[in-house]
């Protein structure tokens, strides 16, 4: 794709905050930015180590996860203990969810606790559901 005449109407500073926050546009883009900057004659490399800095910020806060919400997770246990399909959806999602960094690594969503309570509420929900069909069944 070009995008040419879009980056050609940015301001140096705009250009450098696509070059340092490359994470969040599309490859060519941010090539094309690349190349304008040197066009113009704006250095990059000081910028450079904060761009590495941010992508290693980022990097370290998607291997560590994020908290679930307390709320959901109590929400989930409950409906897990009663048998419902709700906790063990929500227990699935907080063990098992992934995102992608930009690069295409895989990360859990969710911290180490969260993941290990979703991992709880799916084998509380499996057995409450068991109870649950052997009870209706017998």
């Known amino acids: 794709m070009n995008f040419q005449e879009q980056i050609a109407s940015k301001s140096d500073q705009e250009l450098l905050d696509i070059y340092i926050n490359s994470d969040d546009y599309q490859k060519e883009f941010v090539d094309q930015t690349f190349q304008e900057l040197n066009k113009r004659g704006i250095p990059t490399d000081k910028y450079k180590v904060e761009k590495e800095n941010k992508a290693r910020l980022t990097r370290e806060l998607m291997t560590q996860g994020r908290r679930g919400n307390e709320v959901y997770i109590v929400l989930g246990f409950i409906s897990a203990v009663l048998g419902g399909l709700f906790g063990l959806i929500a227990g699935y999602v907080y063990s098992q969810s992934k995102q992608n960094d930009p690069s ?35």
Not at 122 to 133: D, E, K, R, S
């Open 104 to 138: 295409g690594e895989s990360y859990y969503v969710y911290d180490k606790k969260t993941r290990e309570s979703g991992q709880l509420m799916m084998i509380v929900g499996t057995v409450a559901l068991i109870a649950t069909i052997i009870w209706r069944f017998s």
